[in-house]
């Protein structure tokens, strides 16, 4: 049967690299994949525990979340991001993150149909130009600075005026730039331009402690008061995946405006959206223990310090992130491609290049810290 003329979709960025991988056969040990930041390490046992023994696994989880999620969210934003938010009305769950990223700008579209265009970060993650793409609307990059940070400034008035949704991600990726989260929020009250805000790398953050959009503007203030999260137009999104090593549980949540997360939770409801009832519990059990995250962070600071010196020995040694756990690293004579068959012939990792995540960072690569330090050494044995 014929596809017709309709959308035809691209090939999956990753998938171009399958064709690369048998340069690094000739390593002893083989590939070591660096090019999808997949966590390696384990979860913590205490959420593994939560996840086989939740008995939730015969009845249908509530799509917005179980109320012992939702109030570990509450929770973990109020003493790791300094702000309070209502677990009630103004937190849910999502399965994962991306989906929530590709899916939020036919949904957002629904409700506002006559604004068009999704602006997002120029060097950022494919997904969100890729939501605004299946969605049928203009997906229109804003550039960054030279620190990675987005600059608002660069939005012109009228893409401003046909805006759906502005979505900043910080940490970055791919290059772990840091946005003024205050100010991205205030261009989009002065423009009714909901902003969402993705933050799951937030506990990543090495220059400076985490940040979110939801900070109220006197966040510097002791009281209890104070503290209630500024959600007027904004909304966080957060995931486990990365936080927590539980990219295959597929278990995230957003907070903020209570009306636009009553829209989108009353929508997921319909569209059948469910994060399975054992993935939930392990979420709540993971929020609440932030011993083996400061692990995590330890282990992560001190594999980007060695891999960033494994990649100087091929060019120019790349600066650490101000966030995330990749590097972002100059490709010798601008070539991202050659770059990326060199390190995988010499050193047998596998990085992506920077077109994946937009054509003006053709000349850079992303390399994830996602290697045990076992496979750290082995990938330094073979240099030595």
Same mark, same amino acid.
């Given at each position: 049967?014929?596809?017709?003329?309709?959308?035809?979709?691209?090939?999956?960025?990753?998938?171009?690299?399958?064709?690369?991988?048998?340069?690094?056969?000739?390593?002893?040990?083989?590939?070591?994949?660096?090019?999808?930041? %997949?966590?390696?390490?384990?979860?913590?046992?205490?959420?593994?525990?939560?996840?086989?023994?939740?008995?939730?696994?015969?009845?249908?989880?509530?799509?917005?979340?179980?109320?012992?999620?939702?109030?570990a969210a509450a929770r973990w934003c109020e003493e790791r991001l300094g702000v309070q938010v209502d677990a009630?009305?103004?937190?849910?769950?999502?399965?994962?993150?991306?989906?929530?990223?590709?899916?939020?700008?036919?949904?957002?579209?629904?409700?506002?149909?006559?604004?068009?265009?999704?602006?997002?970060?120029?060097?950022?993650?494919?997904?969100?130009?890729?939501?605004?793409?299946?969605?049928? /609307?203009?997906?229109?990059?804003?550039?960054?600075?030279?620190?990675?940070?987005?600059?608002?400034?660069?939005?012109?008035?009228?893409?401003?005026?046909?805006?759906?949704?502005?979505?900043?991600?910080?940490?970055?990726?791919?290059?772990?730039?840091?946005?003024?989260?205050?100010?991205?929020?205030?261009?989009?009250?002065?423009?009714?331009?909901?902003?969402?805000?993705?933050? /799951?790398?937030?506990?990543?953050?090495?220059?400076?402690?985490?940040?979110?959009?939801? %900070?109220?503007?006197?966040?510097?203030?002791?009281?209890?008061?104070?503290?209630?999260?500024?959600?007027?137009?904004?909304?966080?999104?957060?995931?486990?995946?990365?936080?927590?090593?539980?990219?295959?549980?597929?278990?995230?949540?957003?907070?903020?405006?209570?009306?636009?997360?009553?829209?989108?939770?009353?929508?997921?409801?319909?569209?059948?959206?469910?994060?399975? #009832?054992?993935? @939930?519990?392990?979420?709540?059990?993971?929020?609440?223990? @932030?011993?083996?995250?400061?692990? @995590?962070?330890?282990?992560?600071?001190?594999?980007?310090?060695?891999?960033a010196r494994i990649v100087g020995r091929f060019g120019p040694e790349p600066p650490l992130p101000r966030g995330?756990?990749?590097?972002?690293?100059?490709?010798?004579?601008?070539?991202?491609?050659?770059?990326?068959?060199?390190?995988?012939?010499?050193?047998?990792?596998?990085?992506?290049?920077?077109?994946?995540? #937009?054509?003006?960072?053709?000349?850079?690569?992303?390399?994830?810290?996602?290697?045990?330090?076992?496979a750290l050494d082995m990938v330094e044995s073979r240099l030595s």
């Amino acid at each position: 049967m014929s596809a017709g003329t309709g959308f035809v979709p691209p090939p999956y960025p990753y998938d171009r690299l399958d064709e690369l991988k048998p340069l690094a056969d000739r390593h002893d040990g083989g590939l070591v994949d660096l090019s999808i930041g %997949t966590p390696v390490d384990p979860p913590s046992p205490a959420v593994l525990a939560a996840l086989g023994g939740s008995d939730s696994e015969r009845g249908y989880p509530p799509s917005i979340g179980t109320p012992d999620l939702r109030e570990a969210a509450a929770r973990w934003c109020e003493e790791r991001l300094g702000v309070q938010v209502d677990a009630a009305a103004e937190v849910a769950a999502t399965i994962g993150s991306k989906e929530f990223v590709a899916g939020l700008p036919h949904w957002l579209r629904l409700r506002t149909p006559d604004r068009d265009t999704v602006l997002y970060p120029e060097v950022s993650y494919p997904s969100y130009a890729m939501g605004a793409e299946l969605a049928g /609307c203009r997906a229109v990059p804003v550039p960054a600075d030279e620190h990675w940070s987005i600059q608002l400034d660069a939005i012109t008035e009228s893409d401003a005026e046909r805006a759906l949704v502005l979505w900043v991600n910080s940490p970055g990726n791919p290059a772990g730039g840091l946005d003024d989260l205050t100010a991205a929020a205030r261009w989009g009250r002065e423009r009714g331009v909901p902003v969402f805000s993705d933050e /799951c790398y937030a506990e990543f953050t090495w220059d400076g402690p985490p940040r979110t959009i939801l %900070t109220p503007t006197d966040a510097g203030s002791a009281t209890a008061e104070s503290r209630r999260a500024e959600v007027d137009g904004v909304v966080a999104v957060h995931s486990l995946s990365k936080r927590s090593n539980l990219a295959g549980v597929r278990v995230g949540f957003y907070a903020g405006d209570p009306e636009l997360v009553h829209y989108l939770r009353e929508l997921r409801k319909h569209a059948g959206f469910m994060v399975p #009832g054992p993935a @939930q519990s392990a979420a709540a059990a993971a929020l609440a223990d @932030q011993v083996h995250v400061a692990e @995590q962070r330890g282990r992560y600071r001190s594999r980007l310090a060695r891999l960033a010196r494994i990649v100087g020995r091929f060019g120019p040694e790349p600066p650490l992130p101000r966030g995330g756990f990749y590097l972002w690293a100059e490709a010798p004579d601008g070539d991202a491609w050659a770059f990326t068959r060199t390190l995988l012939a010499e050193a047998g990792i596998l990085v992506s290049p920077g077109e994946f995540y #937009g054509l003006s960072a053709s000349d850079r690569v992303r390399i994830a810290a996602v290697l045990t330090d076992d496979a750290l050494d082995m990938v330094e044995s073979r240099l030595s």
